[in-house]
């Protein structure tokens, strides 16, 4: 089954991804100061949220099998903890963020299933 974009370009879609994926990095390894609006939602809702939003978007770009995206961007969720344990700039890493970035992938996955539900024939 191909995406549900597959009238983009694959190096279209590839790019919209890594984009994504850009966006999450520079939001979650940036040093706390420099990410605009970080104390205005609560932390473990913006990790469902971004990481709700970054599955979808894969699922929604991708060829693969919906559970190697969802693993993906949940083994991106789990190394951005451990690079935050490890870093300077402000950051810490916490289980309870994974945990919260796995509650995203859950919902990105409803989603893309809710969209490939109503998808036209």
């Known amino acids: 089954m191909g995406p549900l974009f597959s009238f983009v370009p694959r190096p279209i879609r590839l790019a919209v ?3 994504a994926v850009l966006l999450i990095l520079y939001m979650t ?10 104390n205005l939602l609560w932390d473990k809702a ?24 969802a693993g993906a961007v949940l083994g991106l969720g789990i190394a951005i903890e451990v690079a935050q344990s490890l870093m300077p700039f402000g950051r810490s ?5 994974a945990l919260g ?20 024939k």
């Not at 390894?29 to 970080?38: I, K, R």
């Not at 949220?49 to 929604?60: D, N, P, R």
């Not at 890493?93 to 963020?97: A, E, I, M, Q």
């Open 29 to 38: 390894l940036a040093p706390n100061e420099d990410v605009p609006g970080s």
């Open 93 to 97: 890493g916490d289980w309870r963020d």
């Open 46 to 69: 913006a990790h469902s949220i971004a990481f709700g939003l970054l599955t979808l978007v894969g699922l929604l770009m991708s060829t693969h099998r919906r559970l190697v995206v």
């Open 101 to 120: 970035d796995a509650v995203g992938v859950a919902i990105g996955l409803a989603l893309w299933a809710l969209a490939r539900r109503f998808k036209p």
């Open 17 to 19: 991804f890594g984009a």
